[in-house]
């Protein structure tokens, strides 16, 4: 049986939902320590498809997401056909 192979995608926006979404109060979290978090997401993630992507960011910080943004992971238009002279 084929098991589902890792996507590699870039996280390129992310924003987390800092309240806990009950009676609307913040979590004990600095805006610096939001930020540094925040940027922590950016970059490369692994995952199975879209939704583990978010599952598996989630899980990571703790933190629900309340926005996103991502591409797949693909190799950059100026560099995918360099040509190395050796």
Request: glycine share 4%.
């Amino acid at each position: 049986m084929n098991e589902p192979k890792l996507k590699s995608y870039i996280v390129t926006e992310i924003e987390f939902d800092f309240d806990d979404g009950n009676d609307g109060e913040s979590y004990g979290i600095s805006c610096e320590e939001q930020i540094a978090m925040q940027d922590n997401v950016l970059g490369i993630w692994f995952a199975y498809d879209d939704e583990h992507l978010i599952d598996k960011i989630s899980d990571t910080f703790e933190f629900c997401i309340k926005s996103i943004s991502f591409e797949p992971n693909r190799p950059h238009a100026l560099t995918s056909y360099m040509w190395w002279q050796f």
